[in-house]
């Protein structure tokens, strides 16, 4: 079954892993790689990712993206949505912190943010503008 527009944004606004699919060419699929996101219901989903990344690159040939979250307790439900990219900006401290305390455990951010400024390159944030929107409750199964 299908869910409301406030459903599925709530889903959404959750800390699930998602699947970023973006358009890699005519002659292959999709790039589809797992990422962190964030999204406010009624807002701009945005992700970060690496300034010269592969995700990147081809985010900024294809102009959209797709972000797929799902789950399978207590029921399978998943929501998928795609749209355009608004903007591309440089990746802020404040950013990665808010993103890092999203998915990992509050004594894991300091040594993830140590980690980041290390070992990863600088980042860029993409934020989409959810337009087209699939999603489903399947129910216990």
């Known amino acids: 079954m299908p869910l409301s527009k406030s459903e599925r944004e709530e889903f ?3 800390p699930h892993i998602a699947a970023l699919s973006v358009f890699a060419g005519a002659e292959r699929g999709p790039l589809t790689v ?3 996101y964030q999204y406010t219901p009624g807002g701009e989903a945005w992700v970060l ?3 010269t990344s592969k995700k990147a690159e081809l985010i900024r040939a294809a102009g959209t993206f797709s972000l797929m979250v799902e789950r399978v ?3 399978v439900r998943y929501v998928s949505v795609d749209g355009p990219v608004l ?3 440089q990746g802020t401290l404040e950013q990665l912190r808010e993103m890092t305390a999203r ?3 509050p004594e894991k951010v300091d040594g993830y943010l140590e980690f980041a400024s290390n070992q990863l390159e600088e980042n860029v944030v993409f934020y989409l503008a959810p337009k087209y929107w699939l999603s489903a409750d399947l129910g216990a199964i």
Do not use: D, H, V
């Open 12 to 14: 959404l606004s959750e």
């Open 73 to 75: 307790e207590p029921t």
């Open 34 to 36: 797992p990422i962190w």
């Open 87 to 89: 903007r591309e900006e």
């Open 103 to 105: 998915y990992l455990a």
């Open 49 to 51: 990712t690496g300034k």
